[in-house]
């Protein structure tokens, strides 16, 4: 009796988990060094957004906090895929996310007098 032996598979087919964990690799690189760049800005606001004069730097802040959290809705989608699989890495982006929106309330949303008003009180009795 003969056996045959299966062909091997294309090079192309059979590498595929070898690019499966290259892909995850440089994901997980692009997701280091978003997650950086977000940790830096908290330096830069310190510097730059704390003083009475910070108009142009709030522009620029802006700006800033609205790139990084476009990049980080592209990173989410990726990571809310059912079959995406790394868990951890899709729970780290959506912290990002809310402290990068936190950031952008914090520093750039319009608020009323009495909004400050209240704010000023709770915080100065």
């Known amino acids: 009796m003969i056996t ?3 062909a091997p598979l294309p090079l192309e087919v059979g590498e595929l988990g070898n690019f499966e964990a290259r892909m995850m690799r440089n994901f997980r690189a692009a997701v280091d060094d978003w997650d950086e760049v977000c940790s830096a800005l908290g330096a830069w606001e310190a510097q730059h957004l704390t ?3 910070a108009g142009s730097a709030k522009e620029q802040h802006r700006f800033w906090l609205e790139q990084l959290l476009s ?3 592209l990173l989410r989608r990726a990571t809310e895929h059912s079959e995406f699989p790394d868990r951890a890495l899709d729970v780290r982006i959506n912290a990002r996310l809310r402290h990068l929106q936190d950031k952008l309330s914090l520093w750039h949303r319009d608020m ?3 909004e400050e008003e209240r704010i000023l009180r709770a915080a100065f009795p």
């Open 4 to 6: 045959s032996r299966p």
């Open 51 to 53: 003083h009475d004069n």
């Open 71 to 73: 990049w980080g809705e």
């Open 112 to 114: 009323t007098t009495a």
